[in-house]
């Protein structure tokens, strides 16, 4: 996918694109987009090659789980695909941050719900744009989250919130869970770090290329040979992981069924969703080098 703002935005009325890397002076956040030309430190900016100040461009590529303000004169809905990538929200302490967060749209959950058991961003104060300008979220218990919306959000300290559950994985790339001909079963930790129970469900979804066929392993013993066995058992069209509890961990060792695989190279994600309204997107690939052709 090409991210060069000027080949995405082309043929479209969108005239600026902006993104906050982090707060680098007093500017916390603004109430206009129009107050970005009196400040820009610590903004990238990228205007459309037909105006007279696109040479003051410096937002050259736009990058998966980052928020932008985007201004056009005219409505208009863009539309744009590419591969997930996962990753988590990116905050700085003790300040505002421009921020999106992997909302369920159909079961979306109100903002105090969402960030409930969130301790560094509390008390909430999370602004949302309204007719140009920011907003206060002002009842977060009758707001809904929204997924594709950029909020200022505040964090009081240190903190890794991204939502009500938190995915991890290790022994892979960041962006995904990559197994080639020799892979094992890598380790998915879901992880509720909300402060009520949660019941999650995986699926696997096919990529551009096809579905991946997976399994997970679970341990039993077997007691005719005193032994620990480690069984493989395909994924359901739907697995669910019922009532886990605030603070507790589930960890999924899953695998890619090799026998079944006869491409060199598939993708695929595994969507998984909280009853919290949360959905967290990870890529899986699958690299078969034995099947390459010579």
């Keep these: 996918m090409d991210t060069n703002p000027a080949a995405l935005f082309e043929g479209t009325p969108v005239e600026i694109v902006a993104a906050y890397f982090r707060p680098s002076t007093s ?15 610590g903004w990238s900016v990228w ?16 990058q998966a789980h980052r928020a932008y303000l985007i201004y056009t004169e005219a409505d208009f809905t863009w539309n744009c695909s590419g591969s997930p990538y996962f990753d988590q929200v990116q905050w700085y302490a003790n300040a ?12 979306a959950p109100t903002v105090q719900n969402f960030f409930a058991g969130a301790a ?3 008390p ?12 206060l979220i002002s009842d977060p218990a009758a707001t809904l989250m929204e997924k594709g919306r950029a909020y200022w959000a505040k964090s009081y300290g240190a903190s890794e919130f991204s939502g009500p559950f938190r995915v991890e994985f290790s022994g892979s790339a960041s962006g995904g869970l990559i197994y ?17 129970p949660q ?5 696997v979804e096919a990529g551009a290329t096809g579905k991946i066929p997976m399994a997970y392993v679970i341990t039993a ?25 605030p603070g507790a961990a589930v960890a999924l060792d899953l695998e890619v069924v090799h026998e079944q695989v006869s491409d060199a190279l598939l993708g695929s994600n595994i969507v998984i969703r909280s009853d919290a309204g949360l959905r967290v997107d990870v890529p899986v690939i699958s690299i078969r080098r034995d099947l390459a052709n010579p």
């Design 96 to 107: 505002y941050c421009l921020v999106g967060f992997p909302v369920d749209a159909a079961n």
């Design 27 to 41: 500017l916390e956040f603004i109430d206009s987009p129009s107050q970005l030309i009196g400040d820009r430190k």
């Design 180 to 196: 080639n001909e020799s892979t094992k079963a890598r380790r998915l930790i879901l992880r509720n770090v909300s402060s009520y």
């Design 199 to 203: 019941e999650i469900t995986l699926t």
């Design 47 to 62: 205007y459309a090659p037909e105006r007279d100040d696109a040479l003051l461009s410096t937002l050259n590529s736009l």
């Design 120 to 122: 560094a961003h509390q």
């Design 221 to 245: 013993l077997n007691a005719s040979e005193n032994v620990i066995d480690k069984i493989s058992i395909p994924m359901p069209e739907v697995l669910t992981i019922p009532s886990i509890e």
């Design 124 to 135: 909430l104060k999370i602004y949302r744009m309204v007719n140009g300008r920011w907003a």
